[in-house]
């Protein structure tokens, strides 16, 4: 079984919409959580980073981690053809090295 | 903003090659890590790497691969011998504590293995 999973799509909604990307994850042990945002060939973005369960907001951004079904939410509010990328999310591993489990990434268009 | 820089942007190489890969890690951060994304797979952990000795390396870092902070600002990522299923991009990342924390990534070293 895979650490953590994510759909990679693609996902393909006009602007303006509410755009909902989710992970799975299945060690329990996993406290923190981030969405990274990733251009084509660039880098990892960081977007958002939360603690065990609940939401976290940031502008257009919001964040939800509920620990009791294993499930991490990005919601991305009134979407702009600029949030069109993939969007990957992580969890530290439960050995306290540092070490990021990413899951596959969700590749995201939002069309004008 | 504080950024991590790599270079190369790309590196191209002929199989059994040595390359080394270079990372400038945020300045205050102590703690710093190499992942890979084979193209169209996903992000893939290392090494992990603190007070000039390694804190925990996955089973793709195998004896091939070596890192190094030569000098208190740089740290590389060495890779002796090159394969063909080397090609990826290689990204570092650094923290400033240990385990959860934000880890930054750097744009990338794209290695193609010819």
């Known amino acids: 079984q895979k650490e953590v999973e994510q759909d990679p799509g693609p996902l393909s909604v006009p602007e303006g919409a509410i755009v909902s990307l989710n992970c799975t994850y299945s060690n329990s042990a996993f406290q923190y959580f981030m969405w990274y945002r990733q251009y084509s060939r660039k880098g990892p973005e960081l977007l958002m980073y939360t603690y065990s369960s609940g939401n976290k907001e940031d502008g257009r951004f919001t964040a939800q981690v509920d620990k009791s079904s294993k499930y991490i939410s990005l919601f991305i509010r009134d979407s702009q053809p600029s949030d069109s990328a993939t969007y990957l999310c992580?969890?530290?591993?439960?050995?306290?090295?540092?070490?990021?489990?990413f899951g596959q990434g969700t590749t995201l268009q939002v069309k004008p | 903003e504080p950024e991590v820089t790599q270079t190369p942007s790309h590196q191209v190489t002929q199989m059994g090659q040595e390359v080394i890969l270079r990372c400038v890690p945020i300045s205050n951060h102590l703690y710093f890590y190499w992942y890979r994304q084979i193209l169209g797979q996903k992000v893939e952990f290392l090494v992990s790497?603190?007070?000039?000795?390694?804190?925990?390396k996955s089973e793709i870092f195998d004896d091939q691969f070596s890192v190094e902070r030569p000098d208190g600002s740089n740290f590389t990522l060495k890779i002796r011998s090159t394969k063909l299923e080397d090609s990826a991009m290689y990204f570092c990342?650094?923290?400033?504590?240990?385990?959860?924390?934000?880890?930054?990534f750097g744009q990338g070293t794209r290695l193609t293995v010819v």
């Open positions: 790497f603190y007070n000039n000795e390694i804190s925990e």
């Open positions: 990342a650094s923290s400033q504590r240990q385990g959860e924390t934000e880890a930054f």
């Open positions: 992580a969890a530290h591993g439960s050995s306290n090295t540092g070490k990021l489990i």
